[in-house]
C-alpha cells in the first residue's frame, strides 16, 4: 500500500506546475517610500564603514537629501495628477496610490525634515571633555552611570544611529496611510513601532526614565499590535481576503464568488465585528484616543524632546490617515455599527484629555494630555463620514504637526544644570528673561488652543462643521466646550511666563544652532500662514480628499 501512495505522489509531483506570474510593482510610484528606505539602509552602511568622526554630518546630509528629494517625488506625482484623475491601486493591490496617501505622505516627509533637524542640535548642552553633544546618549548600550558609559561620554561618542532609525520609521509612516489590504498596513505598523521604542529609549540626560518609558510604550505596543494582528485574522476568516476592495465587498453583499472552503464563516457578522473593532482599537492605541492612551503622558515625558516631538506629529498623522482609509474605504457598510462607538470615544478622548490636562505640572505632560484632546477633536471629523470630513481632517492633521514640532523644540531650549527644564514652576517669567522665545511659545499655545488667525482654529473650524454638517451636532457642542477647558491651562502658561516674576535660580534659554531656529520658525510661519490664509491649503485638502477604491 505504501509503495502504491508512494508512486502516486511521484506522479503528482511529476506533473508540470503552473506558471507563476513575476509580480508587477510600480517603482516610479512607490520612488517616496522606497527613497527613505533606501537612505536609512544607506545610514546602517555608514555607521560600518565611516569613521566615528564623520558619522554624524554623513548621517545628517544623507537624511535630509533623502527626505528633500522623496518630498519632491510625492510633489511631482501629485502635479502629474495621481492625486486626482490618475489614482489607482499599485504593487499588485497592496498600495493605494491616490490624494489621501500623497498629502499625508507629504505632510510626514516635511515633519521628518524638522525631524532630523531637531535631532541634529548640538548647541544646547555645554561642550562635554571639549566635545560637541546633542540630546541622545553617548552610547546607548552601556548601563545608565557605569563606567563604560563614561568612557563613551569622556571619548565624545555619540548615537548617530537614531538618523537611520528615524528614516526606517519615516518608511513605515509612508506606507502606513496608504496600504490597501490589511497585511502590507501591519508590516508598516511594525516598521514604524520598532524604531520608536528604540528611539524613546536612548535619551543622554534621565535616562532610567527614557528607558522606563520606552519599556511601557513597547509593552503597550505589543498588545495593540496582537489585537490588531488577531482582527486582521478574524477579518481575513470574514471575507476569505486581506484586500480591503474584497472586504469591502463581502460588507455590502456584492460578492459573486464564494471559495468553498470559506463557505461556512464567510459573511458570519461577529468575525466582521469583532474583526473590526479588534483592528480599529490598534489604530486608536497609535493615535492616542481614551481609553488606549494610558501609555502617551509617559512616553512623552521620558523619551528625548526631539524625539518627542517628531513622533507626537508624524505617528498621528500616519495613524489618522490608515484609520480614515479603513473605514471609509473598508468599512463604509458598517457605518451604522462605528458611528456610535467613535462618538463615545471621542467624547472621553476630548473631555478626558482636556480635564486631565489642567492638573499637570510637568510642560511635556501637559503637551501630552494636549495632543490626547487633539486626537479626540479630529476624530469628530473622522465621525462626519462625508468628504469634507476626510478634508478637515487632512488640513487639521497638517496645521497640527507642525505646531507641535515646534512647540517641543521650543521645550529643548529652556535648561537648567540637570538639561532640560520641563517643570511648569521652572517656566515662571520666562516672557521677561527671553522675550522672543516665550512670544514664540505663546503662538504655538494659542494655536493648540485654537485662537483665531491661528492653524489650529482653522483647523478646528473645519473638523467641527464637516461633524456638524455630517449630523453630528451635539459632538461639536462637546468639543467647543472641551477647547474652552483647554484654552483654560494654555492661557495659564501664558500668563505664568509673562506676568510673573523670574526667579533668580530659574532656568536658561540656550541659543541654538540653526538648524533648532529653522524648525521653529517653520513652525510659526505655517501657524500663522495656515491661521491668516488657510483657504489654499483648505482648497489643496479638498482636492486630496478622495479615496481610491
Known amino acids: ?35 527613505v528606505i533606501g537612505a536609512a539602509l544607506v545610514g546602517v552602511l555608514i555607521e560600518a ?17 533623502a527626505l528633500a528629494a522623496a518630498f519632491a ?9 495621481y492625486g486626482t484623475t490618475k489614482a489607482h491601486i499599485a504593487a499588485m493591490g497592496a498600495i493605494a496610490v491616490d490624494g489621501p496617501s500623497l498629502f499625508l505622505q507629504g505632510t510626514i516627509l516635511l515633519a521628518g525634515i524638522l525631524g532630523v533637524f531637531t535631532f541634529a542640535e548640538r548647541r544646547l548642552d555645554p561642550e562635554v571633555h571639549g566635545n560637541r553633544v546633542d540630546s541622545f546618549a553617548a552610547q546607548a548600550a552601556s548601563v545608565p552611570g557605569s563606567d563604560s558609559e563614561k568612557a563613551a561620554v569622556k571619548a565624545g561618542f555619540t548615537t548617530t544611529e537614531v538618523f537611520p532609525l528615524l528614516l526606517f520609521a519615516i518608511g513605515g509612516m509612508l506606507v502606513f496611510p496608504s496600504a490597501n489590504d490589511l497585511l502590507t498596513l501591519f508590516i508598516a505598523l511594525e516598521v514604524f513601532s520598532l524604531p520608536l521604542y528604540l528611539l524613546c529609549a536612548v535619551a ?3 535616562r532610567l526614565m527614557s528607558q522606563e518609558a520606552a519599556v511601557k510604550y513597547f509593552l503597550l505596543g505589543a498588545f495593540a499590535s496582537a489585537f490588531t494582528l488577531f482582527g486582521i485574522a478574524l477579518l481575513y476568516g470574514y471575507a476569505g481576503s486581506v484586500s480591503y476592495a474584497r472586504i469591502a465587498q463581502v460588507v455590502d453583499g456584492t460578492v459573486t464568488t464564494v471559495d468553498p472552503a470559506l463557505a461556512g464563516t464567510m459573511g458570519n457578522d461577529v468575525l466582521l465585528l469583532i474583526g473590526a473593532a479588534m483592528v480599529v482599537m490598534g489604530l486608536l492605541f497609535k493615535v492616542g484616543a481614551v481609553p488606549f492612551h494610558m501609555w502617551t503622558p509617559d512616553v512623552y515625558q521620558g523619551a528625548p524632546t526631539p524625539v518627542t516631538g517628531f513622533m507626537a506629529a508624524a505617528t498621528k498623522v500616519a495613524a489618522f490617515g490608515a484609520l480614515l482609509r479603513l473605514l471609509y474605504v473598508v468599512l463604509p457598510g458598517l457605518r451604522w455599527d462605528w458611528r456610535p462607538v467613535m462618538w463615545a470615544v471621542a467624547i472621553v478622548t476630548m473631555l478626558g484629555g482636556a480635564i486631565v490636562a489642567i492638573t499637570q505640572t510637568d510642560i511635556k505632560r501637559l503637551l501630552a494630555y494636549s495632543s490626547i484632546a487633539h486626537a479626540g477633536f479630529i476624530l469628530a471629523g473622522v465621525i462626519a463620514a462625508s468628504p469634507d470630513g ?9 496645521a497640527y504637526s507642525f505646531v507641535t514640532i515646534g512647540a517641543f523644540a521650543v521645550v529643548t531650549l529652556v535648561r537648567d544644570a540637570g538639561g532640560e527644564a520641563t517643570h511648569l514652576s521652572k517656566w515662571a517669567g520666562l516672557g521677561r528673561r527671553s522675550p522672543l522665545v516665550a512670544a ?3 503662538v504655538f499655545l494659542l494655536a493648540f488652543a485654537g485662537i483665531p488667525l491661528t492653524s489650529g482654529f482653522a483647523g478646528k473650524f473645519a473638523v467641527f462643521k464637516a461633524a456638524a454638517e455630517g449630523g453630528a451636532g451635539a459632538l ?17 502658561v501664558i500668563v505664568l511666563m509673562f506676568f510673573s516674576e523670574p526667579k533668580p535660580e530659574g532656568p536658561t534659554v540656550a541659543v541654538p544652532s540653526p538648524l533648532t531656529m529653522t524648525a521653529i520658525a517653520f513652525g510659526v510661519a505655517v501657524t500663522l500662514v495656515l491661521g491668516v490664509a488657510p483657504q489654499y491649503f483648505l482648497d489643496l485638502a479638498n482636492q486630496a480628499g478622495v479615496f481610491v477604491r
Open 49 to 65: 564603514f565611516v569613521p566615528r568622526k564623520s558619522r554624524y554630518y554623513t548621517q545628517v546630509f544623507v537624511s535630509v537629501v
Open 390 to 398: 476626510v478634508s478637515s481632517v487632512l488640513f487639521y492633521l497638517g
Open 73 to 81: 517625488a510625492v510633489v511631482a506625482m501629485a502635479a502629474g495628477g
Open 1 to 35: 500500500m505504501s509503495a502504491v501512495a508512494v508512486h502516486s505522489l511521484w506522479t503528482t509531483a511529476a506533473e508540470p506546475i503552473a506558471k507563476i506570474d513575476a509580480p508587477k510593482i510600480e517603482y516610479g510610484q512607490l520612488s517616496p517610500t522606497l527613497i
Open 476 to 492: 461639536v457642542v462637546v468639543g467647543v466646550i472641551s477647547s474652552a477647558i483647554a484654552a483654560f491651562f494654555y492661557i495659564r
Open 440 to 442: 514664540v511659545f505663546a
Open 204 to 206: 543622554r540626560r534621565k
